[in-house]
């Protein structure tokens, strides 16, 4: 089940969705990024832990203001890898928690500024969002993020792939 065309009506929903918890430094950067996580073994109604990972940063992040006080210039890349249910099993019905890092690289007027950042999340029903939507917090990075399935439904074939968008904000 493709459910692509919903990105524009759950869009708006994101839109007001906070972005995590107060961060105590003010951003130096606001992005919004889209990228194509694979997810193992794969997210269903049976609840489960496993692995996400998008091949390193091979997503789209878009940013204005700067990384390490050098302005951004241009689009960069984004990923994320890590793992989901992990202490407690996820489920698409029960959402669940995670760990990983936010991995981030962009061209800057001093050249190509990379960053990995360990960050928690979170999605769905548990965590007080609709299925599909959700938070992190990283040591650097705050976001929320809407994922949708790319391959399965959740019902009938666990979802092994997904396209993610969202926001994020980079402190430093």
Known sequence: MKALPAIGALS???????????????????????YHPRI???????????TIDSDQATGVATCTGSIDGKTITGPGTFGFAGSYGDPVPASC???????????????????????????????????????????????????SYLVLPDQGDCVTTPVTQARGRGRFTITG
Do not use: M, N
Not at 19 to 31: I, L, S, T
Not at 40 to 50: A, E, F, Q, R, W
Not at 113 to 135: E, R, W
């Open 40 to 50: 193992h073994p794969g997210l269903s109604l049976t609840p489960s832990s496993g």
């Open 93 to 143: 019905q029960s959402g669940g928690v995670g760990k990983g890092a936010v991995i981030i690289s962009f061209p800057t007027e001093g050249g190509t500024v990379a960053l990995k950042d360990p960050a928690t999340y979170q999605f769905g029903p548990g965590s007080g969002y609709p299925p599909g939507i959700g938070d992190w917090t990283g040591s650097r990075t705050v976001g």
């Open 12 to 34: 708006c929903l994101l839109g007001s969705v906070p972005v995590g918890p107060a961060v105590a430094a003010e951003p130096a950067a606001r992005c919004t990024f889209d």
